[in-house]
């Protein structure tokens, strides 16, 4: 009987119509919004179950709409019930990445205690909140991998510490020397390669838009530094 009705539906065009007044939806969406987002460009376009409004994705971010394209909301949507954060929820589902596919190799490497548990983070030399991250949460933290990338947004000199770093014979003392002591890692050789560059577009594609970023095993992120209680939290949590 199923088939049967989707046959008709299907013969009669029905269906057809119904897909291409999504398709028109998200379209006349594009139209009406993408020219007032000063240059950005709408990643995706997806109905939501709450309000009749439309998400859509932007440089990482997530704005709402009508059907229209008439009104833009711009904040976060909670669930009244349950206090929930709709919209982070819904940022650190689409955020996460596969973590095997880090190059970790243009990243430094430090291992303290068994190492069982993993995580990147970009940290910029110049930034005074990964140097907290890195004077407290990491320096206490036990039985870790860190994988650190140099991710130079900050300042032209922020290029020139994470070159002496990388360029170190020991990259992940001079990066703790530097982030914990204060103290600068001698110049680099002139003829030093150093991943910066790889390190910045990765860092782009991925929507970092400020250090320090964490990432875990899992694939997810939590963007800026956090206390030990929360990192020991957030690791209790992945298998």
């Known amino acids: 009987m199923l088939k049967r009705k989707l046959a008709v539906l299907m013969a009669t065009g029905l269906i057809a119509s119904c897909v291409g007044a999504e398709n028109t939806t998200e379209a006349s969406i ?16 997806k109905e939501t179950p709450y309000a009749g409004l439309y998400e859509l994705r932007v440089n990482g971010d997530i704005l709402y709409t009508d059907k229209t394209g008439q009104y ?8 009244v019930k349950t206090s929930q954060d709709l919209t982070r929820a819904r940022i ?18 430090q291992v303290k205690g068994d190492g069982k548990r993993v995580i990147a983070v970009f940290e910029d030399p ?8 890195r004077q407290t949460t ?21 290029v020139a510490k994470s070159k002496n770093i990388w360029c170190s014979a020991d990259r992940a003392k001079a ?9 600068q890692a001698p110049a680099a050789p002139e003829n030093c390669q150093t991943p910066n560059d790889k390190v910045l577009a ?14 875990f ?23």
Request: glycine residues 8%; hydrophobic residues 40%.
């Open 30 to 45: 594009r139209k009406a919004v993408e020219p007032r987002l000063g240059g950005a460009k709408i990643e995706s376009v």
């Open 72 to 79: 833009l909301v711009i904040g976060h949507i909670y669930d």
């Open 92 to 109: 650190e589902d689409i955020q996460k990445i596969k973590f095997s596919d880090l190059p970790l190799d243009l990243a430094i490497k």
């Open 126 to 133: 110049n930034c005074g909140y990964c140097k907290r991250l």
């Open 138 to 158: 990491l320096k206490n933290t036990d039985n870790i991998t860190i994988y650190t990338f140099l991710y130079n947004i900050l300042s032209d000199d922020s």
């Open 175 to 183: 990066w703790d020397d530097w982030m914990i002591n204060g103290k």
């Open 202 to 215: 990765l860092g782009q594609k991925l929507h970092i838009q400020g250090t320090p970023a964490i990432f």
């Open 217 to 239: 095993a899992d694939g997810s992120r939590i963007p800026g530094a956090v206390d030990q209680k929360a990192l020991e939290a957030k690791l209790a949590t992945l298998k």
